[in-house]
């Protein structure tokens, strides 16, 4: 059973900064893409920035030059560097992984930006 754990989520004022990480249970699994999604209350979740095993990145527009997305391989884990947020980055955060056969996801972590 593979299981996405995710952590760092927080209340934070704007322009404050939160780093996420998720770690994947799979001492024998190798994911492709791993990456972030959010979803907002009333919207739909959401692509934040994904990254492959070899650093290839992509963002949202409305993240680029905010939020910086990395891994380690080696653990399995993915992190999400956010900063300068804004109170529209309020969202439930989730990690998503892609291995072989399956995609996963965490249960995911709240991020609130408000003063």
């Known amino acids: 059973q593979v299981q996405l754990v995710e952590s760092g989520g927080g209340w934070v004022q704007p322009g404050g900064s939160l780093r996420l990480s998720c770690a994947a249970s799979a001492r024998f699994l190798s994911f492709g893409v791993m990456g972030w999604y959010r979803q907002a209350p009333g919207k739909q979740r959401e692509l934040v920035a994904d990254?492959?095993?070899?650093?290839?990145?992509n963002y949202a527009d409305s993240v680029k030059d905010r939020f910086t997305i990395s891994r380690e391989n080696a653990k399995n884990t993915v992190y999400l560097q956010m900063n300068s947020l804004k109170p529209e980055d309020t969202a439930v955060y989730y990690c998503?992984?892609?291995?072989?056969?399956?995609?996963?996801w965490g249960k995911g972590t709240l991020v609130t930006v408000s003063s």
């Open positions: 990254i492959s095993t070899r650093a290839n990145t």
């Open positions: 998503n992984a892609v291995s072989r056969t399956m995609t996963y």
